[in-house]
């Protein structure tokens, strides 16, 4: 049966079936992931700590054994070893066995003494264990280890271990070599001992030791406790030891399986003795079965037994309680979807009810539709016509307009260039008026000039004249020079006269007359010379101040009236750019006035010529609109008949297209009348849905 031909009701109800389904489905699926790990770690962590539990356990143990041990040598090792001494006896020669290697060497030994008794006897040891009840063992050294020289201990064959020897490599022998007592598990013959070893010294150095200890029984009752126990089917406890051998495994004890392999070819042993602690997963194929196996094998390592304690399980058993999870949740997926089915039908056949409903609706609207849209296109046809009409009209004016603002534009061209060319007038104008004031100010300082010139010419004429004085002055004052030299002349001749009376005392006084008097003569040329420089001079500074008071006078009297015919001339040719700036001013303002209207009357065309665009613009879109609202009732018809189809094919997604259309008008127009077609199908369809 092809999908098309299904209804509404039951595509609905197949695809919420369906996709309930895959929901379920998927949320079942990541559910059992999640859990099937929850569940895997748990298993881990429960193993783990099954592992630690038990390795307090052996702790516990080992610490009470050596605790034992220690107290056994306390009180016995001190009071036995100070008995024994070194033999002064010849060393005896003797085939000695390592007990590691089992390698034989000849070696000397040197003879121990247990109170002047040789230690080699064995009723001194056995006579020890008797009363300690314990193993006890004396050691000499040799040059390849300790030297077993007594023992208590047996091999599997009943005898005594004697002609054995621990070689120096071994951590015993390096203890007890450095003077302390070694305390410890240790491998007794093939056999594990708690063991104590006390060193027997002798000036310093190590000759010998005393040995006690017990086998290890803790051992075997802790690996019965780990083989009795169950990991769930099938998981088990195993052990390995460094060597990679099985101390414990329920079927392959002491086989070693350092080397072997799982089913994808890894060393798991190998990878377990290297990690230490840790984690593995590997395949493994079932003994029983012969089917392959994933598993699980959490492991640790004990370093006081040289264990590697290791739980394995089959992963599958770990799963197994999700296996039941996964039945609940698969029911619950398959019950939910079969109650989203019939829920979905129900809804389904109601939705499809109000659905058929809402399409008989729709049909009534596309008819309606379609007959406004015809009315629609007549109307915007009209309007397209008288669009262009007006358009056409609009064209010529703005043709009209565009000549006026083209003649404006001339005129303000030109109106604008004289109001440049009269500015520029005006300000020439009053750059001369500027610099013609300027020099007026400039001619009126070189007149004050002149004035202070004249005036300073006539204070150095009188203080010229001042000079003619103070020489006229000087001149007199040479004159009572000259009279006093004729005064001391006269004084010098009679002061000769007088010593000449005086005779030989006078003569001194002679001398001294004579030269004043020779004095008295030069001051008096002197004088002379002085008076008729004076009065030369005088004369010449006369001629001089009379020529330059001439002189200054004629020229200040011309430059005055140069400066002042000059000042007369300036200020008429300022008045004159006064009057003429004041009429540029004028000329100016008038064509600003003529251009700033003429810029007006542009502004006003530009308007005018912006507002007929718009205008032009409008009608176009007027026309535009027309032409696309005549489209759009095209476009609306047929929207309409799409929606018809449109709703014939909801009404064969509702019945499917066996079913036939219960109205016979969907391609058809609707006769009902306007007011029928008025109510609004959607909200009809809600009150359907409501209902």
Same mark, same amino acid.
């Given at each position: 049966m092809s999908l098309s031909k299904l209804g509404f009701q039951k595509k609905l109800t197949w695809g919420f079936s369906a996709l309930s389904l895959m929901s379920l489905g998927l949320a079942g699926f990541i559910s059992f992931y999640f859990t099937s790990e929850i569940v895997k770690n748990l298993s881990v962590s429960n193993l783990t700590d099954r592992i630690r539990s038990t390795e307090a356990v052996i702790e516990v143990s080992y610490q009470e054994g050596m605790a034992r041990e220690n107290r056994s040598m306390d009180a016995w090792g001190e009071k036995i070893v100070r008995r024994i001494t070194l033999s002064s006896d010849e060393p005896k020669i003797v085939q000695a066995e390592n007990q590691e290697t089992h390698e034989k060497t000849e070696l000397s030994i040197p003879r121990l003494a247990y109170d002047g008794k040789t230690v080699s006897d064995d009723s001194v040891v056995d006579e020890i264990s008797a009363n300690s009840h314990e193993d006890v063992t004396f050691f000499a050294r040799t040059s390849k280890g300790l030297y077993r020289v007594s023992t208590t201990v047996k091999r599997l064959d009943g005898k005594r271990a004697v002609g054995t020897y621990i070689p120096a490599t071994s951590p015993i022998y390096e203890t007890l070599s450095s003077g302390k007592r070694y305390a410890g598990r240790a491998k007794v013959i093939g056999q594990w001992y708690t063991t104590a070893y006390e060193p027997i010294m002798q000036k310093g150095e190590l000759i010998g030791a005393y040995f006690m200890g017990v086998p290890d029984t803790s051992l075997e009752r802790i690996k019965a406790y780990l083989r009795s126990q169950k990991l769930l089917k099938t998981g088990y406890f195993f052990i390995l030891d460094s060597q990679g051998q099985f101390v414990l495994h329920p079927t392959r004890e002491k086989e070693n399986a350092i080397d072997a392999k799982d089913l994808d070819g890894k060393t798991i042993f190998k990878d377990i003795i290297e990690k230490k602690e840790?984690?593995?997963?590997?395949?493994?194929?079932?003994?029983?079965?012969?089917?392959?196996?994933?598993?699980?094998?959490?492991?640790?390592?004990?370093?006081?037994?040289?264990?590697?304690?290791?739980?394995?399980?089959?992963?599958?058993?770990?799963?197994?309680?999700?296996?039941?999870?996964?039945?609940?949740?698969?029911?619950?997926?398959?019950?939910?979807?079969?109650?989203?089915?019939?829920?979905?039908?129900?809804?389904?056949?109601?939705?499809?009810?109000?659905?058929?409903?809402?399409?008989?609706?729709?049909?009534?609207?596309?008819?309606?539709?379609?007959?406004?849209?015809?009315?629609?296109?007549?109307?915007?046809?009209?309007?397209?016509?008288?669009? &262009?009409?007006?358009?056409?009209?609009? #064209?010529?004016?703005?043709? @009209?307009?565009? %000549? !006026? +603002?083209?003649?404006?534009? /001339? =005129?303000?061209?030109?109106?604008?260039?004289?109001?440049?060319?009269?500015?520029?007038?005006?300000?020439?104008?009053?750059?001369?008026?500027?610099?013609?004031?300027?020099?007026?100010?400039?001619?009126?300082?070189?007149?004050?000039?002149?004035?202070?010139?004249?005036?300073?010419?006539?204070?150095?004429?009188?203080?010229?004249?001042?000079?003619?004085?103070?020489?006229?002055?000087?001149?007199?004052?040479?004159?009572?020079?000259?009279?006093?030299?004729?005064?001391?002349?006269?004084?010098?001749?009679?002061?000769?006269?007088?010593?000449?009376?005086?005779?030989?005392?006078?003569?001194?006084?002679?001398?001294?007359? &004579?030269?004043?008097?020779?004095?008295? #003569?030069?001051?008096?040329? @002197?004088?002379? %010379? !002085? +008076?008729?420089?004076?009065? /030369? =001079?005088?004369?010449?500074?006369?001629?001089?101040?009379?020529?330059?008071?001439?002189?200054?006078?004629?020229?200040?009297?011309?430059?005055?009236?140069?400066?002042?015919?000059?000042?007369?001339?300036?200020?008429?040719?300022?008045?004159?750019?006064?009057?003429?700036?004041?009429?540029?001013?004028?000329?100016?303002?008038?064509?600003?006035?003529?251009?700033?209207?003429?810029?007006?009357q542009a502004q006003g065309i530009e308007e005018i010529t912006k507002a007929m665009q718009q205008i032009d613009e409008v009608s176009q879109k007027t026309a535009s609109v027309a032409k696309e609202s005549e489209g759009m009732a095209t476009e609306l018809s047929d929207a309409s008949q799409q929606l018809n189809t449109s709703v014939a094919n909801l009404r064969t997604l509702l019945h499917g297209e066996s079913e036939e259309s219960p109205r016979s008008d969907v391609d058809g127009p609707s006769d009902r009348n306007q007011s029928e077609t008025s109510e609004a199908p959607s909200s009809l369809a809600v009150k359907k849905w409501a209902a």
């Open positions: 840790g984690l593995i997963t590997y395949r493994w194929l079932n003994a029983e079965t012969k089917q392959a196996q994933d598993k699980i094998a959490v492991f640790r390592y004990f370093p006081q037994f040289d264990w590697y304690l290791s739980a394995s399980l089959n992963s599958a058993e770990v799963l197994e309680p999700t296996f039941t999870l996964k039945i609940i949740l698969l029911s619950v997926s398959l019950a939910m979807t079969v109650l989203m089915g019939i829920a979905t039908m129900l809804f389904g056949r109601r939705l499809g009810s109000t659905l058929s409903g809402i399409a008989d609706q729709l049909v009534d609207s596309s008819d309606t539709v379609r007959s406004r849209s015809e009315r629609l296109t007549d109307a915007a046809s009209a309007l397209s016509r008288g669009s &262009e009409s007006h358009a056409s009209a609009l #064209q010529e004016t703005a043709a @009209a307009v565009e %000549e !006026i +603002r083209a003649t404006v534009t /001339k =005129n303000l061209s030109t109106t604008e260039a004289t109001e440049n060319r009269s500015q520029l007038a005006a300000n020439e104008a009053e750059l001369a008026k500027t610099s013609l004031s300027e020099l007026v100010a400039s001619m009126s300082r070189i007149s004050t000039n002149t004035e202070k010139t004249r005036d300073t010419v006539e204070t150095g004429n009188h203080e010229i004249e001042t000079i003619i004085s103070l020489i006229a002055e000087i001149e007199n004052k040479t004159k009572v020079i000259d009279e006093i030299v004729f005064q001391t002349k006269l004084l010098s001749f009679n002061a000769s006269v007088e010593a000449a009376r005086s005779g030989e005392h006078g003569k001194g006084f002679a001398v001294v007359a &004579e030269e004043v008097g020779r004095l008295a #003569q030069m001051s008096g040329t @002197a004088s002379k %010379e !002085i +008076r008729e420089s004076l009065v /030369k =001079n005088r004369a010449n500074v006369s001629d001089i101040i009379s020529r330059t008071q001439k002189n200054t006078s004629e020229i200040i009297e011309v430059s005055t009236v140069s400066i002042r015919e000059g000042l007369r001339t300036a200020e008429t040719c300022r008045e004159v750019l006064e009057a003429m700036t004041e009429k540029v001013s004028s000329t100016h303002a008038a064509i600003s006035q003529i251009t700033l209207a003429s810029k007006e």
